[in-house]
């Protein structure tokens, strides 16, 4: 089990880098967390899992298109009237009549359908194939749309014979009559227009029917503006690779009623045509819209898969919080163990209420503020301007000190803490020598040795005092005062007063000796 959870230990990447090391080389250590392995695992494996998806979509060209859309218009010497030009796109329409008497036979010709073509200023006939002859509908394919208006006239036959070829002749008046004295005749006009596939680049055809009704009374003209739309697809997956398709994307209709004599005044004169029932009038708007398609490209898709996984990895902030807070939890814990080996045997028996020391219950209370106590101990003492200070402060005791045994003896020296129960209220408590003195200078005079002896804390509270270090020794002469800027003076006083800690050191280890 454990070397599961060292396993998994070493896949943390949110560890708490740190070095102990100021040296000529540097000592990188790291702490890693079960918790953060198995975040990293987790957070790992869903960005893989999740960029091979978004590559696997991007490469099968699945991915949505950028679309952007403006409104531009055709003008003369431009790029677009270029393109229409080269394209030179079709519009077909088709007209059907609702009758079951066919207008349209050559040998009984009752309605006659003219094609007008305003660029080339000419009336035209429009004949049926021998296929069509019985068919009641119009299919007209109109091209060289830029610039250009169609308008497909239909005449009565009888007072037109002038558009009528050797093989066609007009019904009689009474099938005429017929026809038009019909309840309710009409014609649908079917404009075709595209839709356009961008994953397969196909068009597909479709038709939107418009009602035109036709009245020998009256002149009908269905008016019809197509709308074009210019479609730039860029597939490219590492470099650009453009595209441009014309589409006619449908049309605008209204329809208008004049009175017979509108129409037959219009066409007459110069076409000699006359009784004209209805036109159909067509134009294309020069107003197109200009659509660009791109397809994500490899660059754009690592940047919102690299993005994606930025925002998932700051929850690595939390984790780093939780590695440090662990880290100098364990530095502590490790110290006082080693420091206070009965911490070892303290077992929380209830988390809620009470511990257990030795077989023996003690107040959770009483424990928690201990370790609250000795945290802000460590605190201090951890703190690295502390501990090099302490080390300079030791530094300078040692080259003073120079029998090796007296330094074997200080190592001996009990200067620990003290644990002691309380015997009325059952609770533990810390019983150090260095809590009943106030300041600096006390425990000085006292000559107790102390972990905070040396402490840096304790300097910097009484950074703005003169200290005045008082010798144990009975002396005659003025005590001298340790100031900053006296070196010498500083040194001597220690000196002084190390001698009779030393004196007293070995006094007390001698009678040990003997009673040994």
């Not at 030795?358 to 605190?379: C, G, R, T, Y």
């Not at 209220?425 to 200078?441: A, G, H, R, V």
């Amino acid at each position: 089990m454990n070397t599961f959870l060292k396993m998994i230990t070493q896949f943390d990447g949110f560890f708490v880098a740190f070095n102990v090391s100021f040296g000529l080389f540097e000592q990188k250590i790291f702490f890693k967390s079960f918790c953060g392995g198995i975040a990293s695992i987790i957070i790992l494996t869903f960005i893989l899992v999740y960029s091979l998806n978004q590559l696997v979509i991007w490469g099968s060209g699945e991915m949505i298109y950028k679309v952007s859309s403006q409104q531009k218009t055709i003008i003369e010497g431009s790029d677009l009237e270029q393109l229409f030009q080269n394209s030179n796109p079709i519009q077909t329409v088709e007209i059907e009549f609702l009758s079951k008497i066919n207008a349209f036979n050559n040998n009984n010709m009752i309605m006659i359908p003219l094609l007008y073509i305003q660029q080339e200023d000419e009336m035209y006939a429009l004949f049926f194939d021998d296929e069509q002859e019985n068919s009641n509908y119009l299919m007209v394919d109109l091209d060289k749309l830029l610039y250009n208006s169609f308008n497909i006239i239909f005449v009565k036959c009888i007072g037109n014979e002038y558009y009528l070829d050797e093989s066609q002749k007009c019904a009689s008046q009474e099938a005429s009559d017929e026809f038009f004295n019909q309840r309710g005749l009409l014609s649908f006009v079917n404009i075709y227009y595209q839709e356009f596939d961008f994953s397969r680049k196909t068009y597909e055809d479709y038709y939107s029917s418009i009602k035109l009704p036709l009245d020998p009374s009256l002149s009908s003209e269905l008016q019809i503006l197509t709308n074009f739309e210019l479609t730039e697809i860029n597939s490219g997956f590492l470099f650009q690779t453009k595209e441009e398709y014309l589409i006619n994307s449908g049309c605008q209709s209204q329809i208008y009623t004049y009175s017979p004599n509108y129409h037959n005044q219009l066409y007459l004169e110069g076409y000699n045509a006359t009784n004209i029932v209805g036109t159909v009038f067509l134009e294309i708007n020069t107003s197109i819209f200009y659509v660009r398609n791109q397809y994500p490209t490899i660059s754009e898709v690592l940047a919102n898969i690299g993005s994606i996984i930025q925002t998932i990895l700051l929850i690595r902030y939390l984790f780093y919080i939780l590695n440090r807070k662990q880290m100098n939890s364990f530095i502590k814990s490790t110290l006082l163990q080693d420091y206070y080996p009965e911490l070892k045997d303290l077992k929380e028996i209830n988390k809620k209420n009470s511990c257990q020391l030795n077989d023996k219950d003690i107040s959770k209370i009483s424990i928690k503020k201990f370790q609250k106590q000795v945290d802000e101990m460590l605190n201090y003492k951890l703190d690295y301007i502390n501990l090099i200070y302490e080390l300079h402060q030791m530094q300078k005791i040692l080259q003073l000190i120079c029998p090796a045994d007296i330094l074997l003896k200080i190592h001996k020296n009990d200067s620990k803490l003290n644990i002691q129960p309380d015997p009325e209220s059952n609770t533990f408590s810390i019983q150090n020598k260095w809590s009943q003195f106030e300041d600096y200078e006390d425990i000085l005079n006292k000559n107790y040795l102390d972990p905070f002896f040396f402490s840096y804390y304790w300097k910097a509270k009484k950074k703005l005092e003169i200290i005045d270090i008082k010798s144990s020794l009975k002396s005659e002469k003025p005590q001298k005062i340790c100031q900053p800027s006296n070196i010498q003076e500083n040194v001597l006083s220690a000196n002084d007063l190390l001698k009779v800690q030393n004196n007293k050191i070995v006094h007390e280890d001698h009678n040990l000796i003997i009673q040994n």
